[in-house]
């Protein structure tokens, strides 16, 4: 018996961590509210409590318009539409994000070119952006992910010198700000999700932000079946569709928008104690915080494990490790969007990736993002923001459990374990797992 849970010891955590997510009466009496109003949502569109939501949503990261609309993933297919970009056209992207910021740019019929990420913030890799720019390139769509932002300084530069519109995804940035100015309002069109892990949340929704009336009328249109924007200064007609958010999720995400703030301070705090306490740990390397990150999205804590610090043992078997020892951690949060399982795109079902060209783009193949792989496959390790909501005991718990993992990993060498999940692991990792070569 050794002294990790996975090899029976004593697990550090044997109590859950905050629940997520967190609501009270306030929700409740909203979400009657809506019920006993009989307007649950559709047409008319921004409907009463989407409107007031989406307001004070866009007015909180200091941008003048807001859109309410059914998730993130159609937050990002509307801001693409309503910046102009059309078939054909490409579109840079991280190559380390979710599925949901690309695949809308395919939705959209335009190209998605993949970018690395960068290795000290695993957000876009803005000195590699210059040399994916063609004359058919026409926006920028960078992530703001592991409490970082994209450099967007260096976008907003390359965007003039060349162009471009901005598109900032904005999934994990709730309530984060860039020099001041809030996720989202420092490119053309900011897009939000609230889906369930979010850090605020309705189950599911999304909000596209910008200070463009004439972006906001598109959009509008846009998510609204292409009807004439309530404003129609531009009088732009488009085919839409109905991306509309209901009542309902608009009513929980005022209440949720109230909390955001004091939630955020709980977090950073929580998570500015963690960094102190594994800063430095053998095994343990830390994100760059960057100063112009002047307010922090604290969504998930990301933090890197250097295999070759201990030896070899690879991250699936120190996150089943820190699992065992009663903390909910994830290593394949993301995949380089190009290599996912998730990502099985075709040439003949989007006809962009051949419209002039002699051949068409197999993005699967295309391209090789060696930064976003290891992160994705080696060496990324995800903590989700709900259990830095708790007490600083509960913090004192998950730097424990994950400096018990790193002193002990002697421990994890060539043990199998089904909480060594195997499909967390990159396929040279499986084979060496397999073979418990390690
Ligand atoms: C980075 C990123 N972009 C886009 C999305 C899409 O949001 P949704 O799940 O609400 O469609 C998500 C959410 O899962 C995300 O994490």
Do not use: D, V
């Given at each position: 018996m050794g002294k990790l849970a996975i090899t029976g010891g004593t697990p550090v955590r044997n109590k859950p961590f905050a629940p997520w997510p967190v609501y009270d009466a306030r929700e409740a009496t909203a979400l009657q509210a809506v019920l006993e109003s009989r307007n649950w949502g559709g047409y008319p569109f921004p409907n009463r409590h989407g409107e007031k939501f989406a307001r004070r949503f866009a007015k909180f990261h200091g941008a003048k318009y807001g859109l309410p609309v059914a998730n993130g993933t159609v937050a990002i297919t509307v801001a693409l539409r309503a910046a102009g970009i059309e078939p054909g056209d490409e579109v840079i992207v991280p190559?380390?994000?979710?599925?949901g910021t690309v695949t809308p740019v395919l939705e959209v019929n335009a190209v998605p070119v993949f970018v690395d990420v960068d290795?000290?913030?695993?957000?876009?890799d803005t000195t590699l952006v210059e040399r994916a720019i063609t004359r058919r390139t026409r926006a920028i769509l960078p992530v703001h992910l592991a409490m970082n932002f994209a450099d967007l300084d260096a976008i907003r530069r390359l965007a003039r010198r060349y162009a471009l519109r901005v598109i900032e995804d904005c999934a994990h940035a709730h309530g984060g700000q860039w020099k001041g100015k809030g996720a989202g309002a420092t490119g053309d069109l900011g897009c939000f999700s609230f889906q369930s892990s979010k850090l605020m949340t309705a189950g599911e929704g999304g909000a596209v932000i910008t200070n463009s009336l004439e972006l906001f009328e598109r959009a509008q249109s846009y998510a609204n079946c292409g009807r004439a924007s309530v404003t129609d200064r531009f009088r732009h007609r488009l085919i839409g569709f109905n991306y509309r958010m209901t009542e309902f999720q608009a009513a929980i995400l005022e209440v949720q928008l109230q909390r955001l703030t004091s939630q955020a301070a709980t977090r950073r705090r929580n998570m500015d104690y963690f960094e102190d306490r594994i800063r430095g740990v053998r095994g343990i390397g830390l994100l760059k915080r960057d100063p112009r990150v002047t307010g922090v999205a604290a969504y998930q804590y990301v933090f890197k494990y250097l295999a070759d610090d201990l030896g070899g043992i690879p991250r699936a078997a120190f996150l089943g490790a820190l699992s065992m020892e009663g903390i909910p951690c994830d290593g394949l949060f993301y995949e380089p969007v190009y290599k996912s399982t998730l990502f099985p795109v075709r040439a003949n079902e989007y006809p962009a990736l051949s419209w002039r060209r002699k051949r068409p783009l197999d993005l699967r193949k295309l391209y090789r993002c060696p930064v976003a792989e290891r992160a994705a496959y080696e060496e990324s390790v995800w903590l989700p923001?709900?259990?830095?909501?708790?007490?600083r005991r509960d913090v004192d718990d998950i730097a424990a459990a994950v400096i018990k993992v790193c002193e002990n990993v002697g421990e994890l060498r060539g043990l199998r374990h089904p909480a060594i999940t195997l499909q967390q692991v990159s396929r040279a990792d499986r084979a060496r797992l397999e073979k418990r070569q390690y």
């Open positions: 190559a380390y994000t979710w599925e290795p000290h913030t695993y957000c876009l923001h709900h259990i830095f909501l708790g007490s």
